[in-house]
C-alpha cells in the first residue's frame, strides 16, 4: 500500500482559539467543502467534538454515491485535532489540522496520509487533482469568510 501525502496550509487574521471553535462545529463542514460533492452529514447535530467522536457523511466522487464514517482520533483544542477514515473510499485517511499563532493570526496548516485503491492506475489522473481542488475550494472559503478577522 502507498501511503501518500498532502499538505496544505493558509494564514487566517484570527487567534487560534476562534478557528477552533469555527472547525470544532461539525456542520461547518459543510460551508469548506465544495458544491460538487454534494456532501451531507448524516450523524444528527448537534455532534460533541472530542476524542473517539464518530461522524457519517454522504457524498458524490465523480458521480458515484459513496457513504464515509471518521473517527475523531485526537483532540488538543485549540491546536491541534486528527480525523481518520473508519470507512469510505480510501484505504486510509488520517488528516491533521493544526493551528499555530502567527503574526498576529493563525496558521492554518492541513497534512492528509492517505492511500487509494488501485493507486498507480487512479493517484495520478483523479485522486491527487480531486484533493488539490477541493483544498484550493476550503481555503478560498476559509480566506472569505475571515479575511476581514470576523467569525
Do not use: C
Not at 14 to 36: G, M
Not at 57 to 78: E, M, N
Not at 94 to 113: K, N, P
Not at 114 to 130: C, G, I, T
Request: zero cysteines; aromatic letters at 14%; proline letters at 9%.
Amino acid at each position: 500500500m502507498t501511503i501518500r501525502e498532502f499538505k496544505s496550509e493558509i494564514w487566517l487574521p484570527l487567534p487560534p482559539d476562534q478557528l477552533f471553535s469555527f472547525f470544532a462545529d461539525a456542520a461547518n463542514l459543510e460551508i469548506i467543502t465544495p458544491p460538487w460533492l454534494n456532501f451531507k452529514i448524516l450523524t444528527p447535530a448537534p455532534i460533541e467534538m472530542r476524542e473517539g467522536t464518530l461522524i457519517d457523511y454522504k457524498l458524490l466522487i465523480h458521480g458515484l454515491p459513496v457513504k464515509w464514517r471518521t473517527r475523531i482520533r485526537s483532540w488538543q483544542p485549540p491546536h491541534f485535532f486528527v480525523d481518520e477514515q473508519l470507512r469510505g473510499p480510501y484505504r486510509q485517511w488520517i488528516h491533521q489540522h493544526m493551528f499555530d499563532a502567527s503574526d498576529g493570526g493563525t496558521l492554518v496548516r492541513d497534512l492528509v496520509e492517505y492511500a487509494v485503491p488501485f493507486d498507480s492506475l487512479v493517484h495520478r489522473w483523479f485522486v491527487r487533482p480531486d484533493i488539490e481542488k477541493i483544498f484550493r475550494y476550503r481555503s478560498d472559503q476559509l480566506r472569505k469568510r475571515f479575511s476581514a478577522g470576523n467569525l
